[in-house]
């Protein structure tokens, strides 16, 4: 019972980012009667793979899973070298591929209406004003100064950080069609093994916005949905093309 509901919740998972990803087609309605029978008895929703879009980007997903299809098929075969154990951790890891694809989109568009010239500019305003300054004046610009060089401080980072997320979402895939073809030119390979070396790669089971998470700006940043921050974006390079 607790492997089929972790396996529900995994399956939840995957089609959760799936729907966010690349967009999920809605479950078939049910009739009064299998509505009535979910109530005492839960079945398993449909295979979300079943379910989604043929959209463009998709395809590499689409390779990962059919890849532990066919180790899936190897278990009974392979004599203790796959293991349906393995197969579980297999899962984890797509899904852990998907967590990282998701994560790469709010963090696209922070990096993209992070106007790093147009905060070097401010704060080189404020650094040439407090030259000039009163006594009265100068502690609003040190607070100005602070609060940009914070900012200017965050784009690297937030930079970094797409960076290396977008570098694991292309290693781990080739890394798991790597790990497919030495199960099957060298008969002495372990999945596990190779396994635990990927996940340990990739910090596959970390939040991969964790070591951004303490930022309050930067989690507000994230947050915001597309529309909102394709507004933002969009009023940022009118603002860039009206000071030229």
Not at 20 to 30: D, F, S, T
Not at 91 to 107: N, S, T
Not at 172 to 196: C, K
Request: glycine fraction near 4%; charge should be negative.
């Amino acid at each position: 019972v607790d492997a089929r509901a972790a396996r529900r919740q995994r399956d939840a998972e995957r089609a959760y980012y799936l729907d966010q990803l690349w967009g999920l087609a809605p479950l078939a309605h049910r009739d009064l009667g299998e509505r009535l029978k979910g109530v005492f008895v839960r079945d398993d929703e449909p295979d979300p793979d079943a379910r989604l879009a043929p959209k463009r980007g998709s395809e590499t997903y689409r390779e990962m899973r059919d890849i532990v299809s066919k180790l899936r098929e190897m278990v009974p075969i392979a004599d203790g070298r796959v293991t349906e154990a393995d197969i579980e951790r297999l899962e984890r890891v797509i899904i852990g591929y998907l967590r990282i694809l998701f994560a790469c989109q709010p963090l696209a568009r922070a990096v993209e209406e992070s106007d790093e010239a147009q905060l070097a500019r401010e704060h080189a305003d404020v650094e040439a004003r407090m030259e000039k300054a009163d006594a009265t004046l100068r502690p609003v610009l040190l607070e100005r100064k602070r609060l940009l060089e914070t900012q200017l401080a965050r784009v690297p980072k937030l930079r970094a950080t797409l960076e290396l997320l977008q570098a694991r979402a292309q290693a781990i895939p080739q890394q798991l069609r790597n790990l497919q073809s030495q199960v099957l030119t060298d008969p002495g390979t372990e999945v596990h093994a190779m396994l635990d070396d990927m996940i340990e790669r990739n910090d596959m089971l970390a939040d991969p916005l964790a070591d951004l998470a303490a930022d309050e700006a930067v989690r507000e940043l994230l947050a915001q949905p597309p529309q909102a921050s394709s507004h933002a974006a969009a009023r940022a390079r009118m603002s860039r093309a009206g000071s030229r």
